[in-house]
């Protein structure tokens, strides 16, 4: 059965750095596609990242560039996602998903880490 | 990007009726629209890929149809486990973007 666990939120203040993971099991890790999306309550669900299966490819948003950073270690079936300079709008639940196969599609997802930048 | 626009924001229905969510995309998008379900501290679950195909496992009184900007998300009887808020997402390219969520209530 398809799992992802995400780990690694807390309170942290502006500026600082953050590395979230995501433990995933249940399917074969290395063949897909794996996202980070966020979500507020008042900006509701916002996509983040995306890394291919290789790992050589990655996709930003325009918010996060330059300061998040996706990875991932297929040995050890874990998504990452490095956060520097963290500023307040950061702060959300942080989810990471599993990309179907071709195309875009978010089918499985893991029950979120919180993530509150606040000084 | 891809702005996706759902009416309404909410909604209050009752056990049986008959509900229907719009989407629409600021650009043709094919048919590269999910629709995912969410209840309060819970991820959001895959209900539905490519506009219309029913992810295995969701009754089939949900349903959807729709291509190029406009899509729609049905469901024809409301169940007491279909109050929750639901988002809809382009997969057309990225930024992958969702839109604002339908929350639907019990009237």
């Known amino acids: 059965q398809e799992q992802m666990v995400e780990s690694g939120g807390g309170v942290v203040q502006p500026g600082r750095s953050l590395r979230l993971s995501c433990a995933a099991s249940g399917f074969t890790f290395s063949s897909h596609a794996m996202h980070w999306v966020r979500q507020t309550p008042g900006k509701g669900l916002e996509w983040v990242a995306v890394?291919?299966?290789?790992?050589?490819?990655?996709y930003y948003a325009d918010s996060v560039e330059g300061r998040l950073t996706i990875s991932r270690d297929n040995s050890k079936g874990a998504l990452y996602l490095q956060m520097n300079s963290l500023r307040p709008e950061d702060t959300a639940i942080y989810y990471c998903?599993?990309?179907?196969?071709?195309?875009?599609?978010?089918?499985?997802w893991g029950q979120g880490t919180r993530v509150t930048v606040s000084s | 990007d891809i702005q996706m626009t759902q009416s309404p924001s909410s909604l209050s229905a009752s056990e049986g009726d008959r509900v229907t969510i719009t989407c629409r995309a600021s650009q043709r998008i094919g048919s590269l629209l999910n629709w995912f379900q969410q209840k309060p501290g819970n991820a959001p679950k895959l209900l539905i890929s490519d506009a219309t195909s029913l992810r295995p496992g969701v009754p089939s009184r949900f349903s959807a149809s729709g291509s190029g900007t406009d899509f729609t998300l049905t469901i024809s009887s409301l169940e007491p486990e279909d109050f929750a808020t639901y988002y809809c997402?382009?997969?057309?390219?990225?930024?992958?973007?969702f839109g604002g969520g339908t929350k639907i209530q019990i009237k």
């Open positions: 890394i291919s299966s290789d790992g050589r490819q990655k």
């Open positions: 998903a599993r990309n179907k196969g071709s195309g875009w599609t978010l089918d499985y």
């Open positions: 997402q382009q997969s057309f390219s990225t930024p992958l973007t």
